[in-house]
């Protein structure tokens, strides 16, 4: 079965530049979630959708960040203008349905670093 | 606000040592509680806990649950140069289930 996967691995921008990053979950997999992880951190939720809604996006930096998830299936995240920061390892993870009902699938992450 | 808490932040052990990692949570509406082993990539799932006092178990690996104390731990017996890596603990929260992870607990295992 393929895993969740992740586009770019690697980014380095200035800042004030933007930059996109594409994420393809399992296949059939419901949820997809964007996670920011800064070095030495627990990965922080940003966004989580269900089929192509939004569930929670409580912590994401709308002034900057968006995201969208087209036909319920891959998603993109944009960063726009991006700042020091956001230099971080950003997770793309999916499930099958919500996640108390069975663990997250994560992809191997695109690293972000900023300028 | 949801915050989850681990300890000891960092533990370096010697290879067969047996080593005891903590997680409190302090949320509204728990769901289930993970564990989550990261080594250079991607966090890989190890066990969800739903309800106290019910051991789950994995090669050498366990984790047990307290909900009324709000607490699991994750014990690791004869450790291996391969146990190395972060270990993050999560709580799921909500209708929605939002995943709220703790800072993790960073394990190095020497010869």
């Known amino acids: 079965e393929a895993g969740v996967a992740q586009s770019p691995r690697y980014k380095i921008i200035e800042k004030r530049q933007s930059v996109a990053f594409w994420c393809n979950p399992i296949?059939?997999?419901?949820?997809l979630y964007w996670y920011q992880q800064i070095l030495g951190q627990g990965p922080k939720l940003l966004i989580q959708?269900?089929?192509?809604?939004?569930?929670?996006d409580s912590q994401l930096p709308k002034d900057r960040f968006s995201a969208e998830r087209l036909k319920g299936v891959d998603s993109t995240l944009k960063i726009q203008p991006a700042k020091l920061e956001d230099s971080a390892v950003y997770l793309c993870?999916?499930?099958?349905?919500?996640?108390?009902?069975?663990?997250?699938?994560f992809g191997e992450g695109s690293r972000l670093t900023v300028l | 606000e949801d915050k989850v808490v681990q300890s000891p932040l960092s533990l370096v052990v010697h290879e067969g040592d047996t080593v005891t990692l903590n997680c409190s949570y302090e949320?509204?509406?728990?769901?289930?509680l993970l564990w989550y082993k990261q080594e250079k990539k991607a966090p890989t799932f190890l066990f969800m806990l739903?309800?106290?006092?019910i051991e789950k178990k994995s090669g050498r690996l366990s984790s047990i649950l307290d909900k009324k104390e709000l607490f699991s731990i994750l014990n690791i017996t004869a450790t291996q140069t391969g146990d190395s890596a972060v270990y993050l603990c999560?709580?799921?929260?909500?209708?929605?289930?939002?995943?709220?992870f703790g800072t993790g607990t960073r394990l190095q295992v020497t010869l």
């Open positions: 993870a999916s499930s099958p349905g919500l996640v108390g009902t069975g663990e997250l699938f």
């Open positions: 296949s059939g997999h419901a949820t």
């Open positions: 959708f269900q089929n192509n809604g939004v569930v929670d």
């Open positions: 949320v509204t509406n728990f769901r289930s």
């Open positions: 739903t309800s106290s006092g």
């Open positions: 999560a709580v799921a929260t909500g209708t929605a289930s939002k995943l709220t």
